[in-house]
């Protein structure tokens, strides 16, 4: 056992001193049949392009997305149900931040040329409406989704 152990641990080394020295390969070309770059495939495509990572909740931004929500956002999605677009509650658990606003600040572009949101057009039918939101507001209704806990959280917001 303790030889198998030691040869694995041998032959790893030997992979790793065969690959050293050897110049990077080239990046993989976009394969996706969609043309979209991996960026493009992971955040969506559209003018919000800085990474955002969701920690801890900023209530004043979530408060001024909530208001965002309701205004744009609520005659066709609801939080924790379908309704005439997909169920907002767990998008940023499949969506990157990025992916939700981009969605939200390029809703065209994202269902002619993206594959996940071309999906959800088949799906839904109806097409998600350009709402004319800044990145900022964008960001807001993130942060609004990212603070929702669930039915009773909003019904406790109300
Ligand atoms: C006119 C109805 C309508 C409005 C208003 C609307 N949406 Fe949508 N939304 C949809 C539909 C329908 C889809 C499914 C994709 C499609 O068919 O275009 C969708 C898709 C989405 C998606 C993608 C979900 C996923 O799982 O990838 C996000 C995120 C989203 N909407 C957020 C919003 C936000 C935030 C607002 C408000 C700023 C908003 N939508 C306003 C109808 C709407």
Redesign the pocket.
């Known amino acids: 056992m303790r030889l198998g152990t030691g040869s694995l641990a041998l032959t790893a080394l030997l992979l790793m001193l065969s690959c050293g020295g050897t110049p990077d390969s080239p990046p993989a070309p976009a394969a996706d049949p969609s043309g979209l770059s991996s960026d493009e495939l992971q955040n969506g495509i559209g003018p919000a392009k800085e990474t955002i990572t969701l920690g801890a909740v900023d209530a004043a931004l979530a408060t001024k997305g909530q208001t ?2 309701e205004t ?6 609801k939080l924790g149900e379908r309704f ?3 169920d ?1 509650a767990g ?1 940023l658990s ?2 990157t931040p990025r ?2 606003m981009n ?2 600040l390029n ?1 065209e572009e ?2 002619k040329r993206h594959p ?2 071309k999906k ?10 350009q ?1 004319n ?1 800044t990145v900022d ?2 960001r807001a ?2 942060e609004y ?1 990212h603070s929702f806990k669930g039915p009773d959280a909003s019904q406790a917001q109300k």
Not at 72 to 77: E, I, L, P, Q
Not at 120 to 129: I, K, N, T
């Open positions: 965002l929500f744009k956002c609520m005659s066709c999605h005439v677009g997909p907002l998008v499949r969506r992916y939700v969605m939200i809703p994202m269902v996940e949101a959800l057009l088949a799906e839904f039918l109806a097409p998600m409406a709402q939101l507001e964008a209704v993130v989704i």
